[in-house]
């Protein structure tokens, strides 16, 4: 060993036998989770299996921008917009997420549609039997509810797949190099180009006087 290395020290004579781990209970956890799923389900009846209804929300950066997935809760613009008290979205299956911004036009559309179909499929069952208020369902509708297994109102990725065309004369001159290089000139360049503007507008009316 030269100079000021360290000692090499590699451990290959481990009893590496007394230290390994087994999971020999895996059948068994398995059938206990389903055992403990069932008894929820049975427990919550009638409501869905897998809680509260979720938002559906971009994944941050621009490398998973393009998915769609399941948020944490609504916000409260997008409650409103649907004519769902905030204080009541709980009690109706809604999570809510007071925390979150609805930022694009785009999102907070997709949002209060999920909202107004999940309400005009929603069954309020009386907090009560037999003292019903306004909202609540009808008996009919209480005697053919079913609880729901799965997700309530699945976020899904459709993609759709555009037809092919010929390419256009002006799509091949199009550089997307040289148009963003353009774009960066214009912003790096723009407040003081605005300024000279000014400067010269300035010295004209002066000038003129």
Same mark, same amino acid.
């Given at each position: 060993?030269?100079?000021?290395?360290?000692?090499?020290?590699?451990?290959?004579?481990?009893?590496?036998?007394? #230290?390994?781990?087994?999971?020999?209970?895996? &059948?068994?956890?398995?059938?206990?989770? #389903?055992?403990?799923? $069932? /008894?929820? $389900?049975?427990?919550?009846?009638? +409501?869905?299996?897998?809680?509260?209804? @979720? &938002?559906?929300?971009?994944?941050?950066?621009?490398?998973?921008?393009? @998915?769609?997935?399941?948020?944490?809760? !609504?916000?409260? *613009?997008?409650?409103?917009?649907?004519?769902?008290?905030?204080?009541?979205?709980?009690?109706?299956?809604?999570?809510? *997420?007071?925390?979150?911004?609805?930022?694009?036009?785009?999102?907070?559309?997709?949002?209060?549609?999920?909202?107004?179909?999940?309400?005009?499929?929603?069954?309020? !069952?009386?907090?009560?039997?037999?003292?019903?208020?306004?909202? *609540?369902?009808? /008996?009919?509708?209480?005697?053919?509810?079913?609880?729901?297994?799965?997700?309530?109102?699945?976020?899904?990725?459709?993609?759709?797949?555009?037809?092919?065309?010929?390419?256009?004369?002006?799509?091949?001159?199009?550089?997307?190099?040289?148009?963003? +290089?353009?774009?960066?000139?214009?912003?790096?360049?723009?407040?003081? @180009?605005?300024? @000279?503007? /000014?400067?010269? /507008? $300035?010295?004209?009316? *002066?000038?003129?006087?």
């Amino acid at each position: 060993m030269k100079h000021n290395n360290q000692l090499p020290n590699q451990h290959f004579r481990k009893n590496w036998q007394i #230290r390994v781990k087994t999971w020999f209970n895996q &059948p068994g956890q398995k059938k206990a989770r #389903r055992v403990t799923r $069932a /008894a929820k $389900a049975a427990r919550i009846a009638p +409501r869905p299996v897998d809680g509260f209804l @979720r &938002p559906a929300v971009r994944c941050p950066t621009v490398k998973y921008n393009r @998915r769609l997935r399941a948020g944490k809760g !609504f916000t409260l *613009d997008e409650l409103k917009a649907a004519g769902v008290n905030r204080k009541e979205a709980h009690g109706l299956g809604i999570s809510v *997420d007071f925390r979150r911004k609805s930022r694009s036009e785009e999102a907070l559309s997709l949002n209060v549609q999920r909202l107004k179909t999940y309400k005009a499929k929603l069954i309020v !069952f009386p907090k009560k039997a037999g003292k019903a208020k306004k909202g *609540d369902a009808s /008996a009919d509708e209480i005697a053919q509810a079913t609880q729901l297994k799965g997700f309530v109102l699945p976020v899904s990725n459709a993609v759709e797949a555009e037809a092919p065309r010929a390419i256009t004369a002006e799509e091949k001159e199009f550089s997307a190099y040289v148009a963003l +290089r353009k774009a960066r000139t214009l912003a790096r360049y723009n407040g003081i @180009r605005t300024k @000279r503007a /000014a400067e010269k /507008a $300035a010295a004209e009316a *002066d000038a003129k006087k």
